[in-house]
Every structure is written in structure tokens, then in C-alpha cells.
């Protein structure tokens, strides 16, 4: 009797999206024409054309033409680390850059996403900060919300009093008494100091950094 055939398993699975396979085909479109804008001017007549758009453009605006520049790169990064790792997240968030600073924008299934989309937009290189406004469908797993957000007002008046801390590079997120840091420091001594705030607020569970520190 013939034996059947054995299907192999992947060694790495896809990532596990909620969203269907159209959703995902239209996301990894939009990502595709993103990242497509930079190679379209590859003839000597598109690099002249695209050049002088761009320059057009940015010239007209306050910020200038190098900023805006790098404002684009900081966009194509976050389309890139945003669809790679969450296809929900990608779809359900919009940010918009601007001298550096992020804001996103959105609803988001629960306050994990929140964190974790604060987190993907700090990692881009060039960001100065970050802004969240991505309200959150879902908060039946939070088991005192107001007391969440007692403490992250707390904590960002703190790091706003502190003269030693730069507190425009840091974002704060609290889920259930648990205190994530995000953002940049200028020293590991500056991260300390911001940690010990957090960790000295009452009813504060733990604090989790996602902290860069500059070199």
C-alpha cells in the first residue's frame, strides 16, 4: 500500500495576523508603494524630475529641504518596522512626522498595542519624540484604569520637574500599575534617575524601560 506523503513544516511560522487576506494584501501594497517612491526616479530623467519636486516642495516649507528629508526617512521606517511586526498595528495606526516628532494617531485592541506602537516609533532613527494618541477599544484587561493614569500623570510631572532630565525624550505608558519607559537618555545616570521616579510612585508594580541611551 503506498504511503502518503509527509508535508514538511516550516522552521519559522508567518507571523499570526486577525486581519484577513485581503486586509493584509492591501497593507503589504501600501507598504510596497512606500518604499517603491524612492526607486522611481532611477532614470536620469526621474532623478531630475523627482530631485527638483522634492526640493519644490520642501523649500516651501519652514522646516527646509534636510528635514524634510529626513522626516520621509523617518516615515519609510516606521512603515517598514510597523508592517514587519504587527500587520494590526499597521493597519490600525497612522502617525505623522514632523521636525522629528511622531504622532500617532488611531484605535488600537488593547493597551499592550499602545506600548508596543510607542516602542516601534522610538526605534526609528532621527525621532525626537513621541506623541501617543491611539485610543484603546478594549479595556477589560485593565484592573484600575484611573489609578493608571494617576500614576503616569504623576510620573511625567516628575521627569518635567527634574532639571537633570530631559523629559520632551521620554514617553510614559502605565498598564495595570506597571510603568513602561520609552524614549531616549542622554546618560545611563539620566535613565536612573527617571526609573527611581517611577519606581517611588505608590502602587507601582514594576517599571520596564525600552530607554536608548545616547553614546
Same mark, same amino acid.
Given at each position: 500500500m503506498p ?13 499570526v ?11 503589504a501594497l501600501? =507598504? ?12 536620469p530623467?526621474? %532623478?531630475?524630475?523627482?530631485? @527638483?519636486a522634492? @526640493? ?7 522646516? @527646509? ?14 512603515n517598514a518596522k510597523?508592517f ?7 493597519? !490600525?495606526v ?5 521636525? @522629528? ?11 499592550? !498595542?499602545?506600548?508596543?506602537?510607542? +516602542?516601534?516609533a ?13 485610543? =484603546?477599544?478594549?479595556q ?9 493614569t +494617576?500614576i503616569?500623570?504623576?510620573? +511625567?510631572?516628575?521627569?518635567?520637574? !527634574? ?10 505608558e502605565?498598564?495595570n500599575?506597571?510603568?513602561?519607559? %520609552? ?7 539620566e535613565l ?24
Amino acid at each position: 500500500m503506498p504511503q502518503k506523503p509527509v508535508r514538511q513544516r516550516p522552521l519559522f511560522p508567518r507571523p499570526v495576523s486577525r486581519r484577513s487576506p485581503r486586509a493584509r494584501l492591501g497593507a503589504a501594497l501600501i =507598504v510596497l508603494a512606500a518604499l517603491a517612491v524612492p526607486l522611481a526616479g532611477c532614470s536620469p530623467v526621474g %532623478m531630475a524630475v523627482g530631485a @527638483g519636486a522634492a @526640493g519644490a516642495t520642501a523649500a516651501q516649507t519652514e522646516k @527646509g529641504f534636510t528635514r524634510s528629508v529626513d522626516d520621509s526617512r523617518i516615515r519609510l521606517q516606521l512603515n517598514a518596522k510597523f508592517f514587519e511586526t504587527n500587520y494590526d498595528l499597521f493597519a !490600525d495606526v497612522s502617525f505623522t512626522v514632523d521636525q @522629528g516628532r511622531v504622532l500617532l494617531t488611531g484605535t488600537v485592541e488593547d493597551p499592550e !498595542d499602545r506600548v508596543t506602537a510607542t +516602542r516601534l516609533a522610538w526605534s526609528a532613527d532621527g525621532v525626537v519624540e513621541v506623541i501617543n494618541e491611539l485610543q =484603546v477599544t478594549d479595556q477589560s484587561s485593565l484592573t484600575d484604569f484611573g489609578r493608571d493614569t +494617576r500614576i503616569g500623570t504623576e510620573l +511625567r510631572l516628575k521627569l518635567l520637574a !527634574d532639571d537633570k532630565i530631559a523629559s520632551i525624550n521620554y514617553s510614559i505608558e502605565v498598564v495595570n500599575q506597571t510603568v513602561y519607559i %520609552m524614549g531616549i537618555a542622554r546618560s545611563q545616570a539620566e535613565l536612573g534617575r527617571a526609573i527611581g521616579h517611577a519606581r517611588n510612585i505608590p502602587y507601582v508594580r514594576g517599571v520596564v524601560d525600552y530607554v536608548t541611551v545616547r553614546p
